[in-house]
């Protein structure tokens, strides 16, 4: 039996819909998702979940297969996958801009 922590991956999303989500409306999606996924970050419309390395690829079929969101039909697509939290957010959740990019 390992005593190993396990390795952790973080996948960047983002949440098209009619509206700007609540992080409470995208914990709820998330939670009813058949994979188990950890809410680490969500400012509208981009988020960031918590899996490991071995279920990497079934959390992205399972965030990608959210189709509704508080009652709203929506789209969630992945933007990419990083190892630690630092190297996700720098990569794909800090929003466009000029100098003085505020990371999420």
Do not use: C, N, Q
């Given at each position: 039996?390992?005593?190993?922590?396990?390795?952790?991956?973080?996948?960047?999303?983002?949440?098209?819909?009619?509206?700007?989500?609540?992080?409470?409306?995208?914990?709820?999606?998330?939670?009813?998702?058949?994979?188990?996924l950890?809410?680490?970050?969500?400012?509208?419309?981009?988020?960031?979940?918590?899996?490991?390395?071995?279920?990497?690829?079934?959390?992205?079929?399972?965030?990608?297969?959210?189709?509704?969101?508080?009652?709203?039909r929506?789209r969630?697509?992945?933007?990419?996958?990083?190892?630690?939290?630092?190297?996700?957010?720098?990569?794909?959740?800090?929003?466009?801009?000029?100098?003085?990019?505020?990371?999420?």
């Amino acid at each position: 039996m390992s005593t190993r922590r396990p390795r952790y991956r973080y996948i960047a999303f983002r949440v098209e819909g009619p509206r700007a989500f609540r992080r409470e409306e995208v914990f709820e999606a998330i939670r009813s998702a058949p994979e188990r996924l950890w809410l680490v970050e969500f400012r509208h419309p981009l988020g960031l979940v918590r899996t490991t390395h071995l279920t990497k690829d079934a959390a992205i079929r399972a965030l990608v297969g959210i189709g509704t969101m508080a009652g709203e039909r929506v789209r969630v697509t992945t933007v990419g996958t990083s190892g630690t939290i630092r190297a996700a957010t720098r990569k794909y959740l800090v929003h466009a801009g000029g100098v003085g990019k505020e990371p999420l």
